[in-house]
Nanobody, 115 residues
Framework: QVQLVESGGGLVQPGGSLTLSCAGS????????MNWYRQAPGKERELVAG???????NYYDSVKGRFTISRDNFKKMVYLQMNSLKPEDTAVYYC?????????WGQGTQVTVSS
């Protein structure tokens, strides 16, 4: 059974930091590109950051220089380090695994940036 389980969300003040984690199981983790998406209320889900199976990384423009994605294939984990958080980063953050026609999603974790 495929599972992606996110953790690490919460409430943080503007300028603060959070690290999201995603644990994968039930699939060959190392072969999959791993991505973080987010969805704010009333908005479409958007790609925040992605890391391919060989370690190539891309970021959504608004998070470049503030967010860092990484993966640990041995632990089957992907992380999103988020620094200098802004209120507009408030959203549900989803972990995504993609390989060829196969795609899996986690249940999401809420990140709220507010004073």
């Amino acid at each position: 059974q495929v599972q992606l389980v996110e953790s690490g969300g919460g409430l943080v003040q503007p300028g603060g930091s959070l690290t999201l984690s995603c644990a994968g199981s039930g699939f060959t983790f190392s072969e999959y590109a791993m991505n973080w998406y987010r969805q704010a209320p009333g908005k479409e889900r958007e790609l925040v950051a992605g890391i391919t199976s060989v370690g190539s990384i891309n970021y959504y423009d608004s998070v470049k220089g503030r967010f860092t994605i990484s993966r640990d294939n041995f632990k089957k984990m992907v992380y999103l380090q988020m620094n200098s958080l802004k209120p507009e980063d408030t959203a549900v953050y989803y972990c995504n695994a993609r390989f060829s026609i196969f795609q899996y999603w986690g249940q999401g974790t809420q990140v709220t940036v507010s004073s």
